[in-house]
Each structure stands twice: as structure tokens, then as C-alpha cells.
Nanobody
């Protein structure tokens, strides 16, 4: 069993930055792929970024490429999402997720564990 806890959300103005953290429990964290998803009010959950357990495969949705960076520190069992040049359309609840098969994916159904989410609000 893996438990995920996100933190780092908040309210910022457009153009600002935030770094989300996702702390994972469990000794096998390093073998999991990690992903970030977001859900805005009235919309479906959408993929943001994913990183395979090895780091060889990293994926971003087009709208965040060049602005967001996913990383992980296996010594701290933590995955990060650095978000720069934030836009109002980035406003959503952000969720981290763990894929025990390690490859990473943009499909929510491929992930086995989810955090509770952290709110990000970007004002214009």
C-alpha cells in the first residue's frame, strides 16, 4: 500500500510560480512511476505530467510544456511539480498518482494510488 500526500498549493498571480510536493509512504516508492493530474471545476480530471521510475521517460501535456517540470527525490520519497509562468487556466485541484508498473502514463486508469489533492488558484 502506498499513501500519497500533496502539499504546496496556494493562490498566486498570473506569471508566478509554485512547487507542489507529493510525499509517498512505502519502501517501494523508487520503483513506481509518478504522475500529476488536475481537475478544474466542472471539468474532467486531466493529465499534467508523468515520470517513469527510471526517469528515462517524462511526459507533459502540451499546455504545460516549457513551464512545468516534474522531478523526484527517491531519498525523500517525494515527487515534485515545479510550475512557472502560471496562467489562470492552470487553476485546478492538483493530484499526484503512483503507477506501480513504473512506466508512467497519461491515463488516470493506469495509476494505482492517488493523493487527496491540493488547490492551485491563479488570478489574472
Amino acid at each position: 500500500q502506498v499513501q500519497l500526500v500533496e502539499s504546496g498549493g496556494g493562490a498566486v498571480q498570473a506569471g508566478g510560480s509554485l512547487r507542489l510536493s507529493c510525499a509517498a509512504s512505502g519502501r517501494t516508492f523508487s520503483s513506481y512511476a509518478m504522475g500529476w493530474f488536475r481537475q478544474a471545476p466542472g471539468k474532467e480530471r486531466e493529465f499534467v505530467a508523468a515520470r517513469s521510475w527510471s526517469g528515462h521517460n517524462i511526459y507533459y501535456t502540451d499546455s504545460v510544456k516549457g513551464r512545468f517540470t516534474i522531478s523526484r527525490d527517491n531519498t525523500k520519497n517525494t515527487t515534485y511539480l515545479q510550475m512557472n509562468s502560471l496562467k489562470p487556466e492552470d487553476t485546478a485541484v492538483y493530484y499526484c498518482a503512483a503507477d506501480r508498473w513504473g512506466s508512467g502514463s497519461d491515463l488516470p486508469s493506469m495509476y494505482d494510488y492517488w493523493g487527496q489533492g491540493t488547490q492551485v488558484t491563479v488570478s489574472s
